[in-house]
């Protein structure tokens, strides 16, 4: 192992691509690959292909700064310290540092974007600006990091790219479970936007009632009811909402004039990004930016939310256009629903909870790979990095 902690620049070659003029058709269009912040938050750690391609005029503009394949791509601008690695030869925007080993067995470039990634919260620190962190390419080149020897270099990137490949493949089984569902309904009830199987259509209020509970944030939480807002949504599972949330006691509920929302309420987004859709297994309190439907007799509660998570079109061609799409209580309830026979959809909802029971196993299957994951990080890269 070097402990000497010799600055990133005197292991590898740095800098930054370019971006050619906007007002110049002629540069854009071509079959050079240029890369942005957003090729890199998509891709699985390699870039083969990316949204934009340049001409050679157009590289010729940025003064032909192309990478090679091989390149570790590292994320300056608003995405700090994501990184991955060039699969093709590309050009990048400024947005981007390139970084290429100056000598061959001195330093393993998987490693060192695992090196990088493990000690991202050090480096973010290190950026600047208000919301939006930037990174400057002298900090970059100022980092500090031991090496240990080239060969132990790759069985450390090899250990970490196995784990990673099994925690992309159950990310993959999660995804094409929630896809078969989609299949499911589609199959069973056809697109609830077309109706091209006649069924009855009402609006979600006709079916339902629900409670309007925004309320800003309140000031304390000391009790076990939890306090929901839009980002509990994000990526949970179509059933539960698994987290240690923000708890209310009845006092603070009471101090803000909150009402409860019933276990197995169909619960959504009405703020920005609309319709993201669940369905709460106990009793909540929700922010402002939440709607709920509380089903009747006539409307299963799972059929129901995969009903409203087809109706994107009519949220946002309905929504209010403030900075951020914004649906009110009365866009809420106006909602459109299909009405096939309750039997039906009970069956279906059958089907949604045997799949979401399998979507939980690799669910904890995952996270149990993103710890063994973070420790082998942590144990591999336990020296981190400084700064000079």
Same mark, same amino acid.
């Given at each position: ?6 600055? =990133? ?24 690959? /240029?890369?942005?912040? &957003? ?19 157009? =590289? ?13 791509? =590292? ?8 990184? &991955?690695? &060039?699969?093709?030869? #590309? &050009? ?22 695992? @090196? ?71 199959? #069973? ?9 006649? /069924?009855?259509?009402?609006? @979600? ?14 000031? $304390? *939480?000391?009790?076990?009811?939890? /306090? ?41 987004? @009405? ?20 709607? $709920? ?11 129901? #939310?995969?009903?409203?998570? *087809? ?20 866009? @809420? ?56």
């Amino acid at each position: 192992m070097n402990k000497n902690g010799k600055k =990133l620049d005197s292991y590898c070659h740095i800098s930054s691509g370019g971006t050619p003029s906007r007002k110049k058709k002629e540069f854009y269009g071509g079959d050079i690959l /240029w890369a942005t912040i &957003a090729d890199i938050e998509k891709s699985n750690g390699i870039i083969i292909d990316t949204k934009e391609k340049i001409t050679k005029e157009g =590289l010729s503009s940025i003064g032909n700064r192309i990478f090679k394949e091989g390149t570790l791509l =590292l994320a300056m601008y608003g995405s700090v310290g994501k990184v &991955a690695i &060039a699969g093709k030869r #590309m &050009a990048t925007n400024q947005a981007i540092l390139g970084i290429v080993p100056k000598s061959e067995k001195e330093i393993f470039v998987p490693y060192l974007k695992y @090196c990088l990634l493990a000690n991202k919260p050090k480096i973010i620190k290190k950026a600047r600006g208000g919301i939006l962190k930037n990174l400057s390419a002298k900090i970059v080149k100022n980092l500090k990091i031991d090496l240990p020897i080239y060969d132990d270099q790759i069985k450390i990137a090899n250990l970490l790219s196995q784990v990673e490949a099994l925690i992309a493949k159950r990310e993959e089984s999660i995804k094409l479970l929630d896809e078969l569902l989609k299949s499911t309904f589609l199959n #069973m009830f056809g697109d609830p936007v077309l109706n091209v199987k006649g /069924w009855e259509k009402k609006t @979600c209020i006709d079916v339902a009632s629900c409670i309007v509970p925004g309320r800003d944030k309140p000031k $304390s *939480f000391t009790g076990k009811i939890p /306090w929901i807002t839009t980002g509990d949504l994000n990526h949970k599972s179509f059933i539960t909402l698994e987290q240690n949330y923000m708890g209310l006691s009845e006092a603070e509920i009471s101090n803000v004039k909150a009402k409860k929302i019933p276990e197995g309420s169909v619960i959504f987004t @009405c703020v920005g990004d609309l319709g993201i859709v669940s369905i709460n297994n106990e009793d909540i309190i929700m922010n402002q930016q939440l709607h $709920s439907f509380q089903c009747s007799d006539k409307v299963n509660n799972i059929f129901m #939310m995969f009903n409203i998570s *087809f109706q994107k079109q009519f949220m946002y061609k309905n929504a209010s256009k403030t900075t951020v799409p914004y649906m009110n209580k009365t866009t @809420c309830n106006k909602i459109p629903i299909i009405l096939p026979p309750k039997s039906l959809q009970d069956k279906f909802s059958t089907i949604v909870q045997q799949v979401e029971e399998s979507k939980k196993r690799y669910q904890e299957s995952l996270n149990q790979l993103h710890q063994l994951f973070g420790s082998l990080s942590q144990r591999a890269f336990k020296g981190g990095v400084g700064f000079g």
